[in-house]
């Protein structure tokens, strides 16, 4: 069996190493960029994603990539805190959660293709159109860095060509751009003094301007604490999805003014970045269909959601997974696609609703609604059962709870 798969980003490259775990060895990658250059900020990878790359045998050269955040401490514009919760392995997970560079990451999953899979990844290669061929193959047909159309052949083609995805497109060809939350994020990296234990993500603010930062693997060289950050607000920028438009910290840092606490000195962070990226906070709406004829997508390109939900690498490696053991496992290739789209999909139209719904930021909203100016004692204003209830909802809705994971069974099959 062939498979194409478009799109050499987190959720492409897991594809691959899942299918060839999987005992696939036909697999090509066909990638836009004519070099993968290891582009974006900070993603955090959930304990799932872990879990998976763990079974694929990669934890060891993915942990050495990141910081595994102990805690995730919500405050209010003051920096008062609101909510505070244990993560990972500290909050009964059997896996880790990672904060880890997204460049560095997608740089360590291509080098352990190649050396699994030899040289499958074709650069330069823009998906433009797919069409079905003989006895239900599909054929993509690509325009390669030269202008030139190239084709391909699989038995299965998958597209995980983000958010902008092409194959979508093809789908759904009057969708249009990605919906505009009217957020704006700006993110960035700076090496500043370590802030609290070193193993804390914090969110600060509320819905309307927010400030989220956790700490990243330190790199040599650096004079103090590498970490990410997310600045975010209403009304400002543009709902052009650019990953890559990079922009001045100082009107940015400006908008933080007044944000500086004992523990951390926002205004300062941002300033200090080495570069600021501006994108708008935009997601995509969930579909009724993923796969038609033999063509299904996969990652952001089949549910792209809101950056600061967690959410966008570790789903897409968890989608890779389960196509791998869902085309191992059932005997035809139609009722693979379909098993795959059946336990992804409505998982994911769900979650997606969940993260527009603000999740477990709701107890930030609800701070503001109650004390703008802040509070002697947060229990003041949210009782200790509120506080709760809004925590462990949204871990019950969005399968996050730990039970949830640590019971369920492995991912892990090799076709017969
Ligand atoms: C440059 C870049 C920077 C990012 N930075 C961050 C970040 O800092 N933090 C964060 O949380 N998330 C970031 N993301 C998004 C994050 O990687 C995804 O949400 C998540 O990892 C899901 O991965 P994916 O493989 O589905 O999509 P992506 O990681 O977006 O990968 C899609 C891949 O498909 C390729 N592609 C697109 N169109 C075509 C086509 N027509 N033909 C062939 N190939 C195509 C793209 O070049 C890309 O390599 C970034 C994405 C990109 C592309």
Redesign the pocket.
Known sequence: MKIVI???????LATALSLEAAGFRDIEI????TEIRG?????NLLPHAIRELTELGLDDRISTLGVAPATLSYMNRQGQLIWSEPRGVEAGYRWPQLSVH?GRLQLALRDAVIERLGDVIRLG???IDVRTGDHGREIAR?ENADGLKVEAEGDVIVG???????LRALRYPAEGAPPWSGLTLW?GVAVVPEFLDGRTMIMAGDPEQKFVAYPLAAEPGDAGARVNFIAERRGTGSPDAD??RSVDPWPIAALFEGWTYDWLDIPAVISAAEQILEYPMVDRDALPRWTFGRTTL????AH?MY?NGSN??SQ?ILDARTLAFHLATEPDIDPALAAYEHARRPAMTELLATTRATGPERVMQIARERAPEGFADVHDVISAEELEEVANGYKRAAGFHPSTLNERASLSAVRA
């Open positions: 478009v799109g050499a980003g987190i959720g492409g066909h990638e836009r960029t582009l974006g900020v900070g993603l997204r290669h823009r998906l690509f995980a060509d983000g958010i902008h995805s092409a993110r990953w890559n996969l990652g952001d390109a792209a950056p966008g690498g897409a």
